[in-house]
């Protein structure tokens, strides 16, 4: 798989119709593009992901320069919308060029309408469900990440959610989510989850910020079982102290570049 093979597989999903039927097909009719996945890449769970990921976000991302033994991505690859008793799929549609070889964790964002609020109805989650279930699919896709800042009247449909996509990926495919840091900490609600990892977001944080970030400086563990492998930053907001064991998944509000991505895997070694 060539930089300029990817490029065209995301270039295709752009012009593909939002229905989620559609998108399925066309993705389908792309994987022809990539090289079939090896044994090696279909057992892939998260604790064999490279130790540095980058989320690339809904932007033209050019990565062709990153080491993928040293470094994964975790793409935007769907932005789900929950609105009344709606399932609302959009694809990405920007570019991403990264090279042969890099660990992919394709990345669902769901949103509930603010204006027209979700039914959160059983037929909904099914729905939900179903959409990021399918993202495993995708060409070199071995991983899934779910990010939802569920509110508490939305924990039991997420819940809901998450076993029914865990129902339905490969045991292959590794299910991650985020998790808000408040999650990880003293409102714990997802350490029974079927879930591979829960990724604490320790950054953009509430009014506990200084005492959770003061918590992660000085070692003290989460106790939210999930939330112990790995940790989520941004690099306008960075952190001292973080174990170099633990998976680190970085957020960028800038473009990436060689030296950006160069510092931080300078910094874990």
Known sequence: ???????KVFAACAVA???????????????SV???RTAAVTITRSDQMPRVILWAWERPVDLRFINPRETGVAFLARTIQLRASEVVVRPRLQPLDVPEGTRVIAVARVESDPRTRPDLSAHQSEQLAAAI???ARLPTVSNIQIDFDATRSERTFYRDVILTVRRRLPASVALSITALASWCSDDDWISDLPIDEAVPMLFRMGPDRRQIRNRVASGEEFPARPCRNSYGISTDEPLRNLSAAKQLYVFNPDAWTESSVRAITDSRK
């Open 1 to 7: 798989m060539t930089p300029v093979q990817l490029r």
């Open 133 to 135: 279930a399918e993202m």
């Open 17 to 31: 119709t939002l229905l989620l039927a559609s998108l399925a097909l066309a993705f389908t009719k792309a994987r």
């Open 34 to 36: 990539f090289s079939k």
